[in-house]
T-cell receptor
């Protein structure tokens, strides 16, 4: 299947710190999506991106669709305890008809 | 209430039995997906459907079957041919606009345990 490389795999930070994670691929994407998953629950959509270069914010979250269409990043500013969870990137490869997911970034916050 | 519903939340089956997981959406979404998630892992695509009466294999379709007889329903059957069926199964749905899959929304998942 299509490969999405998501990094880092895990992050351990202090409350109040900013967080950055990204996804890269060798394929060109039409869509980039960012999700958060809490234990035992389905992923919840955070941000959707559809145009190269697009920068979108949702509260303390900011995500960008890379200019090359092969990458995307998600930033979280001033982290709080409820930000703990697993963050996934996902996207549709140009010419394909399915959504593929990264392996996830597990975020842990020390109070 | 609009949304996507998976049932049941927890399911136990004996080895060798087929089991069907339900997924229903009332969002009028064209596309529906089934993913499998193992502990500490990402989501792997099992099957997806873009339109009624049509579906395609994902990356790990072996041992699974689906049907899409209605737009709002996309049940997944885990057959006895699936070697390691114990996992967390997630269903999702989303619109298609100009052949582009837009944001997909997930159900709450079904945790299947085969004993």
């Amino acid at each position: 299947g299509q490969q999405l490389n998501q990094s880092p795999q895990s992050m351990f930070i202090q409350e109040g710190e900013d967080v950055s994670m990204n996804c890269t691929s060798s394929s060109i994407f039409n869509t980039w999506l960012w999700y958060k998953q809490d234990p035992g629950e389905g992923p919840v959509l955070l941000i959707a991106l559809y145009k190269a270069g697009e920068l979108t914010s949702n509260g303390r979250l900011t995500a960008q669709f890379g200019i090359t269409r092969k990458d995307s990043f998600l930033n979280i500013s001033a982290s709080i305890p409820s930000d703990v969870g697993i963050y996934f990137c996902a996207g549709q490869v140009r010419g394909a008809q399915k959504l593929v997911f990264g392996q996830g970034t597990r975020l842990t916050i020390n109070p | 209430d609009g949304g996507i519903t998976q049932s049941p939340k927890y399911l136990f089956r004996k080895e060798g039995q087929n089991v069907t997981l339900s997924c229903e959406q009332n969002l009028n979404h064209d596309a529906m997906y089934w993913y499998r998630q193992d502990p500490g892992q990402g989501l792997r695509l099992i099957y997806y459907s873009q339109i009624v009466n049509d579906f395609q294999k994902g990356d790990i379709a072996e041992g699974y079957s689906v049907s899409r007889e209605k737009k709002e329903s996309f049940p997944l059957t885990v057959t006895s041919a699936q070697k390691n069926p114990t996992a967390f199964y997630l269903c999702a749905s989303g619109h298609i606009r100009d052949r582009i899959n837009t944001e997909a929304f997930f159900g709450q998942g079904t945790r299947l345990t085969v004993v």
